[in-house]
């Protein structure tokens, strides 16, 4: 998963293609926030972009299904109880009939509506490029089971480490800033977790140590 924004998803969309192949692209999602309105010439820009790729295309990959509420004009026609599509004789699509069984709701599409971090949020530390949990759960939740390995090479605040503390996945984080790092070791911490920490020497200099 890679998140951008639109001035850039384009390009690392073709980079990503040419590094993973473009038959493991599986989604573009839409992130969309509210915030406080710029002062711009322009349409305010309020989403970013997220592309998800898979390992194997060709075999079943892990995916759970989420949903959403069933939209209100649904509920008004339908009311709650799961659809069933129903086809006629010549295999044309009738007006579905409702069942008395409840409706798990709307399954979740590619545009997500999730607030950005409010400055009054308890979930708040203060780094500036904080993600909302709710954003990360929705993928951990979606990508991944119960006991797997997350990654995050870019980790920040620690917003994915906390996210798998909670929902029982075991993660990595990496980051260069040792504020990110800090953050991140509190956070883990007051999820009652000890963070197994390792140092790794910049790349240039690992080289020359390795060579020395
Ligand atoms: C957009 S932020 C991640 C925010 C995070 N998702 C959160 O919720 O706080 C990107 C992070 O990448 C880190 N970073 C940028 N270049 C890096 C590099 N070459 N190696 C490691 N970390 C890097 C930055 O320090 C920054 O914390």
């Given at each position: 998963m890679l998140h951008v924004d639109p001035k850039t998803s384009h390009y690392a969309k073709v980079l990503c293609d040419e590094i993973?192949?473009?038959?493991c692209f599986?989604?573009?999602i839409i992130w969309r926030y509210r915030r406080w309105p710029a002062k711009t010439n322009n349409f305010q820009r309020v989403h970013d972009v997220l592309l998800r790729y898979v390992r194997e295309p060709?075999?079943?990959h892990r995916f759970r299904q989420l949903y959403?509420?069933?939209?209100?004009?649904t509920r008004a026609t339908w009311g709650s109880g799961r659809q069933r599509a129903v086809i006629d004789a010549n295999g044309r699509r009738r007006r579905s009939s409702t069942t008395a069984e409840p409706s798990p709701g709307t399954p979740l599409g590619d545009v997500w509506d999730i607030s950005i971090v409010a400055p009054v949020a308890r979930e708040r530390t203060g780094y500036p490029t904080q993600k909302p949990e709710a954003l990360l759960e929705r993928l951990v939740?979606?990508?991944?089971?119960?006991?797997?390995l997350v990654l995050d090479p870019y980790c920040g605040s620690g917003t994915t480490l906390a996210v798998c503390?909670?929902?029982?996945?075991?993660?990595?984080?990496?980051?260069?800033s040792p504020l990110a790092l800090e953050i991140t070791r509190e956070r883990l911490?007051?999820?009652?977790?000890?963070?197994?920490?390792?140092?790794?020497?910049?790349?240039?200099?690992t080289k020359r140590a390795r060579v020395a």
């Open positions: 993973f192949g473009s038959r599986a989604s573009e060709d075999r079943p959403e509420p069933l939209a209100e004009s939740e979606a990508c991944t089971y119960p006991g797997d503390a909670r929902l029982g996945r075991d993660a990595i984080g990496i980051d260069r911490r007051a999820l009652g977790r000890e963070p197994q920490e390792e140092r790794f020497l910049p790349a240039e200099r």
